[in-house]
């Protein structure tokens, strides 16, 4: 990684808004599977590429949307909320049973960013409990107050905190909030799936990002376009140190 002050004075954005799952922190399949075992608690089941679409989604909304079209309004609310409370269960289970890692070089380009001036923002659809059960699964969770942290992260952003989950860009609109950025201009959006990508692009990012490190592949995430890929989030200023130089 590059450490010049003349490359953190010519960076094009102030705020970076990172996705976990799959993009900070290792996508080791427990996602796909909590969704398995939250439908089956209700005696329904989804195929892969059915959950494959819903990945980066808000969890509840999802979950929700998975029951309703097997369903119908039966019931929906009784149905969803108990998937859901499956959904979180499993999700419980297996990160305490070591199913959350960091990915390699993410807590290094925090520190990079953050020696250049950049406000860091965790976002996820996973509501407030399990994020934070995640942060600590990894190591993450050095106290928060008001939203804001005083670890790994500036603030942190959530499912819960918003009226519409991915891909409305209302995530990372509250991540501006949090971090007193007001232009969308001076923002770099970062996630490993198409609805990242696409709330990013309906925020109107200065810089949107997809790494190949997650749930979406290469081809998936390049046909989707509008945005810059990479391969893992190591790559990031690698990336940002071109694009300052292009802009000079």
Known sequence: ??????????????LAVFDMAGTTIQDTGVVPLAFDAALASQGLSATAEELDAIRGAGKRDAIRQLVQARRGDVDLDRHAEAAYDAFRGELDRRFRAGGARPVAGAVEVFEWLRRRGVAIVLNTGFDRDTQALVLSAVGWDQGEGNGRRKGVADALVCGDDVAQGRPAPYMIFRAM?????????????IGDTV???QSGRNAGCGVNVAVCSGAHSRDKLAREGGAHLIEDVSQLPALLDRLAGAAR
């Open 1 to 14: 990684m590059t450490d010049s002050p003349q490359a953190a004075s010519r960076l094009p954005i102030r």
């Open 177 to 189: 909030e949090r971090t007193g950025i007001t232009s969308v201009a001076e923002v770099l959006n």
């Open 195 to 197: 609805l990242d990508i």
